[in-house]
């Protein structure tokens, strides 16, 4: 049964907006959890007696698990209850919390980042089919804005409250702290979700066929631009704020509040531009986020340039996550979680390949390395897309019409 045949059939039985809201609260917990070790960077490489690069490899696990686990948690979980995949799901993001606050080395602090990348990798794979299977098809747009509401949230508040936390009570308390939300998160959905039962789930053929569609590949190759980017240049900019802005926590934590509500608005407005033109969304957001690094190392040194180019890094950075889910979305209608398992896998290897190579730079060339790698990147993104997306748009799709144009 194709996701799309499983949106209508949920026309027929209502909405369950609780359960919707579930996953936005568990959306919530895992940017949280993702995004914290950018912000605790240099307390966590301090307790561990570590570099800021190996440090940042936290983030590098979680991605590199999240891409293998995306496509096998779709395959290998297709004949169970959706619902249990999601409880089971949320609880390896409150174990991965609890084992990072009592990491008392490396390894441990990355198995426990091993497990949030299961975690990852599974929920953002079956986010949009979720979605479908929740809510009857004229509210699937509703749905996945409720949802994506999570990530702004994070965003906002994740940065801010991770360096604010980590200076007032340590890194360890910030993670138990981020554990509680996941343990709200799992709360609600035991509540609230419906019984999802199991479809004739996806193979491995069905990711190869939707990789010979030219959309597809067109919005793989800019994410692994545009994401690598984004971040081999934020993993580190605790680093270049400490040591080229020289600001200290609580200015630091201003600044990455900064970068929450840029993100916040340009969450909601990438909504709204990628429903008019994904390709034009994606590209918007890759320049803005380019310029935001090449200001910050033309003059990263001034506190107020700093201020507004952690803003606008925000708002662009916010822009391009639904923008690239829409261009996919649109490409594979009758496939969501094979396509979202697609785009996660390219996410986090995107994520992972920007961590190492910034995790080098870092700690060769210092923090503007990093930061000038994520400028160059995020231009070579904005191009594939303006370039490759035009064509693709009238392109065949093994599913879909001869020359059909799509929003663009």
Not at 163 to 168: E, I, P, R
Not at 312 to 330: D, E, K, M, N
Request: charged share 10%; aromatic share 8%; net charge positive.
């Amino acid at each position: 049964m194709s996701d799309m045949s499983r949106a209508d059939d949920t026309a027929t039985t209502g909405a369950a907006w609780g359960a919707v809201l579930s996953l936005s609260v568990g959306v919530f917990a895992l940017v949280t959890a993702e995004f914290l070790p950018a912000s605790l960077l240099t307390p966590m490489a301090t307790d561990l007696h570590i570099s800021y690069g190996a440090a940042g490899q936290a983030v590098t696990a979680t991605a590199l698990v999240a891409a293998v686990a995306a496509p096998a948690v779709v395959i290998g979980t297709a004949k169970i209850d959706r619902r249990m995949v999601v409880w089971g799901l949320s609880l390896l993001l409150v174990l991965s919390d609890l084992l990072a606050a009592a990491a008392s080395n490396i390894w441990v602090l990355l198995l426990a980042r091993v497990l949030l990348g299961v975690a990852l990798g599974g929920t953002w794979s079956l986010a949009a089919a979720l979605a479908l299977r929740l809510v009857p098809a004229r509210m699937v747009a509703r749905a996945m804005s409720i949802i994506f509401t999570g990530v702004t949230a994070a965003s906002v508040c994740a940065p801010a409250l991770g360096a604010y936390l980590g200076d007032l009570w340590g890194w360890r308390a910030t993670f138990l702290a981020a554990s509680s939300i996941g343990i709200v998160a799992l709360a609600i959905q035991l509540t609230t979700m419906p019984r999802l039962p199991s479809t004739d789930g996806p193979t491995l053929r069905t990711f190869f066929l939707l990789l010979r569609r030219p959309r597809i590949r067109t919005g793989l190759i800019t994410v692994m631009f545009v994401i690598s980017g984004h971040f081999a240049g934020f993993t580190y900019v605790r680093p270049f704020l400490e040591q080229v802005s020289r600001l200290d926590v609580r200015t630091l934590s201003m600044v990455l509040l900064a970068f929450g509500i840029g993100g916040f608005f340009g969450n909601f407005a990438g909504g709204m531009m990628s429903g008019r033109s994904p390709r034009v969304s994606v590209a918007v957001g890759a320049v803005l986020l380019a310029a935001t690094a090449f200001a910050l190392l033309g003059d990263g040194t001034s506190t107020p340039i700093a201020f507004v180019a952690l803003a606008v890094w925000g708002f662009a950075f916010g822009v391009l996550p639904v923008s690239i889910q829409t261009w996919t979305t649109q490409a594979a209608l009758d496939h969501a979680e094979s396509a979202g398992a697609l785009l996660v896998t390219t996410f986090q290897i995107a994520i992972a390949t920007g961590a190492i190579l910034g995790g080098v730079l870092v700690d060769r060339l210092g923090a503007p390395g990093a930061i000038g790698y994520c400028g160059v990147a995020l231009l070579v993104g904005a191009a594939t897309m303006l370039g490759l997306g035009r064509g693709s748009m009238y392109a065949r799709d093994q599913a879909g019409d001869d020359g059909v144009p799509v929003t663009s």
